[in-house]
């Protein structure tokens, strides 16, 4: 697709776009993704519009999808900010513990909070990523290893 095209829709309609998605997910930067991510699908599948309003009603529907499901998935899948986490609560000692945990590679944070935060066994965790058990037990054991090994340097 010419950006000449992709440039004159962004221009046409991402301030309607953006209210539409934030009108879903009563979020700035939600709404802001939302759109960014209707315009890649519009890059990427390239599609052809027989008019203006086929090509505004295609990126109306798409934005709200993408809307739709990402408020979906957040519900179903609660999360907070760094911002949140410390004002709910963790304290100034262990606000470093929680940063390091945070610091691990995702392969050992991942594992790490589905066992002592979710609760989940390592069976559990398998299932849940796809990786056998005995590679999530040895995860959470080089986990907890790279997290003694962190605090000890922090705490010399």
């Known amino acids: 697709m010419d950006s000449r095209y992709i440039e004159i829709a962004v221009d046409r309609y991402s301030k309607?776009?953006?209210?539409?998605?934030f009108a879903i997910l009563a979020n700035k930067e939600d709404?802001?993704?939302?759109?960014?991510?209707?315009?890649?699908?519009?890059?990427?599948?390239?599609?052809?519009?027989?008019?203006?309003?086929?090509?505004?009603?295609?990126?109306?529907?798409?934005?709200?999808?993408?809307?739709?499901?990402?408020s979906r998935f957040r519900a179903r899948h609660?999360?907070?900010?760094m911002e949140e986490v410390a004002e709910i609560g963790v304290d100034d000692k262990d606000y470093g513990v929680f940063e390091s945990i945070m610091s691990l590679p995702a392969k050992y944070k991942i594992v790490m909070d589905l066992h002592y935060i979710e609760g989940y066994t390592a069976s559990e965790i398998s299932m849940i990523t796809g990786v056998s058990a005995d590679a999530v037990r040895k995860r959470l054991q080089t986990?907890?290893?790279?997290?003694?090994?962190?605090?000890?340097?922090?705490g010399d």
Not at 16 to 21: A, E, G, S, T
Not at 39 to 62: D, M, N, Q
Not at 143 to 149: E, T, W
């Open 16 to 21: 309607m776009l953006f209210r539409i998605c």
């Open 31 to 70: 709404a802001e993704d939302a759109v960014q991510d209707t315009f890649i699908k519009y890059c990427t599948e390239a599609p052809t519009f027989g008019s203006c309003e086929h090509e505004k009603a295609w990126l109306i529907r798409v934005a709200t999808n993408i809307s739709k499901n990402m």
């Open 78 to 81: 609660k999360s907070l900010s």
């Open 143 to 154: 986990g907890r290893n790279k997290l003694r090994n962190e605090l000890e340097r922090s």
